[in-house]
C-alpha cells in the first residue's frame, strides 16, 4: 500500500488481527450472549473450526481516510482463508457448491462440480482481488511442498468499493500468503476482518461470522462472509429488527463531489460467500444438497438473492480421507439420504446464527470519501427482541 509503506500496513494488518482474536478471547459479545435466540446445539467453539481439522486465517488491510483516491486509499479490505484439512494437509475432501444468484464469482467450481472434489483452502476477498489471491495460492501451495501439475484453487468474493478503494488493488499475493499462514483451529476472529473487513450487511457494518451445530454424532460448522441485504428486510429470530432500527444508515460525513448535505446510502447491497464444512460422510451430490440449504438461513434473516447480489455457498465434508488417493480403488462411506435432514436443519441454523454474530462482532467503520456504516446497535438489537418477547435472559 502506498501511503505509508508495506512496513506499517503489515504490521497494522497483525495487529487488527490479533486484537479482534484477542476479542473474541476476552468473551467479546456474540449474538448468543445478548439473548438472540437460536435453534439447535452449537459445539463447543460454535464456529467451524468444531469441525476437527478446519483452520481459519485473515489477513486484514486497513489504512487511509478522507476523499477516494485510487490506488492510496482509503483501504478497507483483507483476504480470508478456510482449510478444510488444515494448512499442512493437502489431502483433497468431497465437496458441492450452489449459487442462490449469480452476480458473483467463485473460481475453481466448474472441476469442483465435475471431479467432486475440494483441493487445498477455500479463500475469500473483495470482487477485484480474486486474481490476485487466486494466483498466490498456487505459488503458496508449491512452496508449502504439495506437489500439483495444475491447480484450479476456489476463490470467491464480495464488493467492498463502498468503503475500500476497491480499483487501488491493494490486495497482494504477500497478504494471501498472511491469511493462509495464519491459518488455525480454535476460536475465530469475526466482523472487520480478513475479506470481510470492508462489507456492509443489511445496511449496518458486515463482515465475517461463524457458528456450528451439533446433531447426532456429527457437526456442521458455517462461515460467512456478509456483504447483502436491505434494511427493511432485515430480520432476527422473527423480529423486524431493521423495521425497529431504521435510521443509522450508511451516510457520508463529508460528501463527495456531486453530493449535497449529507446523503445516506439507501440501497441493496450484494453478497453474500458461505462455507460449510462437515465431518459427517457426505458425497458430493449430497454437498450440494447441503449447500443449497445455507439459502433458507439467509432467508430466514431477509435476504432475498437479489438481482445485484452474488449468493455463492460451498460445502465439504471431513470424512473419507485419502478418498482422492489415484493409484487403485477407494472404499468410501455414506450417510443414507434418510439420515441427512438433521444437517440441513443444523446447516439452516448454523447459517443464520453466522451471518447474526457477523453483524454484532463488527464494529462502525469509515471509509471512502468519509461513508459511515455503523454496527447493528447491542442495545437497540435488545430491545427489539424484549419488544416482542423473544429475548433470552441473560
Aim: charged share 20%.
Amino acid at each position: 500500500m502506498r501511503l505509508g509503506g508495506w512496513t506499517i500496513v503489515l504490521l497494522a494488518t497483525l495487529c487488527a488481527q490479533v486484537a479482534a482474536a484477542q476479542g473474541q478471547a476476552r468473551g467479546r459479545p456474540r449474538a448468543r450472549d445478548l439473548g438472540v435466540p437460536f435453534d439447535g446445539t452449537p459445539g463447543p467453539l460454535n464456529a467451524i473450526t468444531d469441525v476437527a481439522g478446519v483452520e481459519v486465517g485473515h489477513a486484514t488491510i486497513i489504512a487511509g481516510q478522507g476523499r477516494l483516491v485510487v490506488g492510496q486509499g482509503p483501504v478497507r479490505t483483507g483476504v480470508t482463508a478456510v482449510f478444510p484439512r488444515g494448512k499442512t494437509n493437502g489431502d483433497p475432501v468431497f465437496g458441492g457448491w450452489f449459487t442462490l444468484n449469480g452476480n458473483g464469482e467463485m473460481t475453481g467450481t466448474t472441476w469442483l462440480e465435475e471431479s467432486g472434489f475440494l483441493a487445498g483452502p477455500v479463500m475469500i476477498t473483495n470482487t477485484h482481488s480474486v486474481g490476485v489471491v487466486r494466483d498466490a495460492v498456487i505459488e503458496w501451495l508449491l512452496k508449502k511442498g504439495f506437489a500439483f501439475d495444475w491447480s484450479l484453487p476456489v476463490v470467491a468474493e464480495t464488493w467492498d468499493g463502498a468503503l475500500n478503494d476497491i480499483n487501488g488493488f491493494h490486495v497482494t499475493k504477500q497478504h494471501a500468503f498472511q491469511a493462509l499462514d495464519s491459518g488455525r483451529g480454535g476460536p475465530v476472529a469475526e466482523g472487520n476482518v480478513g475479506g470481510g473487513t470492508g462489507m456492509v450487511c443489511n445496511q449496518f457494518k458486515g463482515g465475517i461470522g461463524t457458528a456450528s451445530r451439533r446433531t447426532g454424532d456429527y457437526t456442521v460448522g458455517v462461515l460467512v462472509q456478509c456483504n447483502y441485504g436491505r434494511r427493511s428486510r432485515f430480520s432476527v429470530a422473527g423480529v423486524p429488527v431493521g423495521q425497529e432500527i431504521p435510521d443509522l444508515l450508511p451516510c457520508y460525513e463529508t460528501p463527495p463531489p456531486g453530493r449535497r448535505g449529507r446523503p445516506c446510502v439507501d440501497g441493496e447491497n450484494g453478497s453474500i460467500i458461505i462455507v460449510i464444512a462437515s465431518d459427517a460422510p457426505l458425497l458430493p451430490h449430497q454437498l450440494k444438497r447441503i449447500a443449497k440449504r445455507a439459502a433458507l438461513g439467509v432467508g430466514r434473516l431477509g435476504g432475498t438473492g437479489g438481482n445485484p447480489s452474488g449468493d455463492i455457498f460451498v460445502a465439504f465434508s471431513t470424512a473419507n480421507p485419502g478418498a482422492a488417493t489415484p493409484d487403485s480403488p477407494r472404499a468410501v462411506s455414506m450417510l443414507p439420504n434418510e439420515r441427512i435432514d438433521p444437517l440441513f436443519e443444523a446447516t439452516i441454523q448454523a447459517t443464520e446464527e453466522a451471518i447474526v454474530n457477523a453483524m454484532v462482532a463488527a464494529e462502525t467503520m469509515t471509509g471512502v470519501d468519509g461513508l459511515r456504516v455503523t454496527a447493528l446497535p447491542h442495545d437497540r438489537l435488545r430491545a427489539a427482541l424484549r419488544k416482542y418477547n423473544r429475548l433470552v435472559p441473560r
